[in-house]
């Protein structure tokens, strides 16, 4: 029997471990493995997060449970590890691993090793800022989603690296038409913490907005944070994601030039190409390999910038179109599903990593 065990950060909610573990789940039990499935987080630990409520409680008993979850370790077969066993503590258990000769696979969609060496924190920073490069070190195989992750693992002297880029199943998305909307939709997808990134378009969509005839959407904003501005905030779910996103015209992705953005893998761009829909992003990290800009979007690095492209986009149904469906191929061919599946089988494939 072929068994991998993973531990991943979160339960469905969360949309790291949905989309880079749990999407592929079908696909690997269709080709013999057996997978179990242990989240650190609960559901209800990350609605309380995103509803910035006390959650103290609930954190301890995730971190309680999982140190009870790591006994199934020993049954056999190959641990699965989103990021880290346990956030902001020593990697006791990834070094475990190690010196068992337990076969770990770990899977970075972010740059988390500088929650700890940039952390403003003095105590973090110098009793952590190395973890993650252990963590890295003590695996079997880092799958890293983009090539600054990718590049550190390196460095940290990760036996064997693998670039995965974040993928989608482009199947689901190619049942939905272009809208026809009266006025051009801009729309943004994320959560409550990263709406800070949206946050920072509103000037540009109020100038904007003085010209043309536009809607504003984000898709699983803070509602509290656009609260009177021209953002209207579209509650996400599993169910209506697709639907909210088909209903844009032209998708946003601003990032903040920091270490941490380069760690970013460009999910919502390739949500965005796999829907056909136009874009326009920050000329920041993964952004860059995924966006041909002047191609299937635009790269912006300042405001001027931001301003022009959306408006030759509001401008232009056509290039909206021509940018959409280029997009759209690029995803197939490299951001979809069965193209991530070919790596990540070859990988729990090999004897060595079983």
């Known amino acids: 029997m072929k068994k991998i065990i993973v531990f991943t950060r979160y339960c469905d909610l969360g949309a790291s471990s949905r989309v880079r573990f749990s999407l592929y789940r079908t696909l690997l039990e269709k080709d013999g493995f057996v997978l179990e499935y242990y989240p650190l987080f609960s559901n209800k630990y990350l609605l309380s997060k995103y509803q910035k409520k006390a959650y103290l409680t609930e954190l301890i008993f995730c971190y309680l449970r999982r140190l009870w979850d790591l006994r199934v370790i020993f049954r056999g077969g190959v641990v699965w590890l989103e990021k880290e066993f346990f956030p902001y503590l020593p990697s006791w258990a990834e070094y475990f691993c190690f010196i068992l000769k337990i076969r770990l696979i770990v899977d970075f969609d972010d740059a988390i090793f500088h929650n700890y060496d940039l952390s403003g924190n003095v105590i973090i920073r110098s009793l952590l800022k190395k973890k993650i490069d252990h963590v890295m070190k003590f695996s079997s195989v880092v799958i890293a989603g983009n090539n600054y992750i990718a590049n550190r693992a390196i460095k940290a002297g990760s036996p064997v690296v693998v670039n995965i880029p974040t993928v989608i199943d482009y199947k689901l998305y190619?049942?939905?038409?272009?809208?026809?909307?009266?006025?051009?939709?801009?729309?943004?997808?994320?959560?409550?913490?990263?709406?800070?990134?949206?946050?920072?378009?509103?000037?540009?969509?109020?100038?904007?907005?003085?010209?043309?005839?536009?809607?504003?959407?984000?898709?699983g904003g803070d509602s509290m944070l656009f609260e009177d501005t021209l953002v209207d905030v579209v509650p996400w779910s599993s169910d209506s994601e697709l639907s909210s996103l088909s209903g844009i015209d032209i998708g946003v992705m601003p990032l903040e030039n920091t270490p941490w953005e380069l760690g970013k893998c460009g999910y919502k761009i390739i949500q965005y190409f796999g829907m056909g829909k136009a874009v326009v992003a920050s000329n920041i990290g993964a952004n860059v390999d995924i966006v041909d800009h002047g191609k299937n979007g635009f790269l912006c690095d300042n405001e001027d910038d931001w301003f022009k492209y959306l408006s030759l986009l509001i401008k232009s149904e056509y290039l909206r179109g021509e940018f959409g469906n280029t997009g759209k191929g690029k995803v197939i061919k490299q951001y979809s599903l069965e193209a991530g599946f070919e790596k990540i089988s070859r990988i729990f494939s090999e004897e060595s990593v079983l």
């Open 174 to 219: 190619q049942y939905f038409v272009n809208p026809s909307n009266q006025k051009v939709v801009i729309g943004w997808i994320g959560s409550p913490s990263t709406s800070k990134y949206l946050f920072s378009l509103i000037p540009i969509f109020k100038r904007l907005s003085e010209i043309h005839d536009l809607h504003f959407i984000a898709i």
